[in-house]
Each structure stands twice: as C-alpha cells, then as structure tokens.
C-alpha cells in the first residue's frame, strides 16, 4: 500500500525504453503492480516469427507476411474461411477496432506455405503491465515492453523533500532535505 493518509498520489512509471509516463490520483491508498505476462497466442506462435504465404480468393493475389502467429476465423456465407495476423510490430492478432473479432482475408487453406527462414526484427515473448488499484479496484493500467518500473510519490512533494510556500505556481516548492540540513548545519557552524 501506498500513500496512506495522504491525499496525493503519483506514480511515475516507464515500460521498456519508452519516456516516463506519470498518473496521478486523489483515490488514496494505492496499490501498485508491474508484472510481466507472456502474450497469448497459438500453437503456431515463434516469438522470433516466420514468414507465411497465401492466396487471398476475396483480393485475388497473393500475399506474403512475417508474424509472429496467425489465426483462422470463418467468415459468414462464403467459403473461404479468413486468416487473422499478428504482425511484427503488434502485440495481438489483427483485430477489428470497433468489435475486437479477428479481421483479415480470407486464405485458401491448400495454398498456406511457411517460410522458417523470415524473421521478425525483434524477438517478442512477453509483455510488462501496471496496474494501480484503489480498494481493490483497478483504477489504471498500461502495458509496454518489458522491463517495467515504477516510483509513487505521496502528497506534493516528494520523498526525501520538504513543502515550503513560494509566489510562483503552484504556490509551493519542494526543496531536498540534505540539501537544506547541510545549508541549516553551515549556518550554526559559522555562529
């Protein structure tokens, strides 16, 4: 638990090599999770991908791909069933954005090929997610690349640090206590 019986809580996050992202909430105490998952896939998923290649009868070409899985689904009244992939570069199959089902073309299955020797550029077994919760309700998550981190701040300031008031917005400033301890000591030392 964090940040109990204050009214603050920032959480500075980052998840692989990606900028600081930082969340803030009144809804205190906090708990904070960074957890790594392994990305669920199919039988058929190499985290160092391969290519496929097949006839699409709905574009009527052939198409070529490097994944890192895919997927078949039917599609209503017509013959071919679609095939689903999930790309390089995404973390899931291909999905519509408004129902999240599977989308793609339609394959005929007699023409699917795999090619070992296509990879994708970065390897890709697992996710890292947090998760923040207030009262056992989760009240933020992100996920990224791994590794994930994470640093909470209660209150204004943070740890380590003293409020004091000042002109300028937001009203107060947050000073380093060593810095201001050590200032404080060369004072009483020269008196």
């Not at 300031?157 to 060593?178: A, F, N, V, W």
Request: with cysteine.
């Amino acid at each position: 638990m964090y940040c109990s019986g204050h009214n603050k809580a920032i959480v500075t996050y980052k998840l692989g090599s990606t900028a600081k992202q930082v969340y803030e909430t009144d809804k205190t105490p906090i708990e904070v999770t960074a957890y790594q998952k392994r990305v669920a896939a199919t039988n058929s998923f190499k985290n160092e991908g391969f290519g496929i290649n097949f006839y699409s009868p709905n574009n009527r070409n052939w198409v070529t791909w490097i994944v890192h899985d895919y997927a078949f689904y039917p599609i209503e009244n017509y013959a071919y069933p679609a095939i689903s992939p999930w790309f390089c570069d995404r973390f899931d199959f291909n999905r519509n954005s408004s129902t999240k089902e599977l989308s793609g073309p339609s394959i005929a299955l007699d023409t699917l090929t795999i090619l070992p020797d296509l990879k994708c550029p970065n390897p890709l077994t697992s996710r890292c997610y947090i998760e923040i919760k207030h009262k056992g309700l989760i009240i933020f998550q992100d996920q990224g690349d791994c590794p994930a981190t994470f640093t909470v701040q209660c209150g204004d300031c943070p740890e380590d640090t003293i409020r004091c008031k000042c002109k300028e917005y937001p009203g107060y400033c947050c000073l380093p206590c060593k810095d201001v301890a050590g200032k404080i000591n060369n004072i009483v030392v020269r008196a």
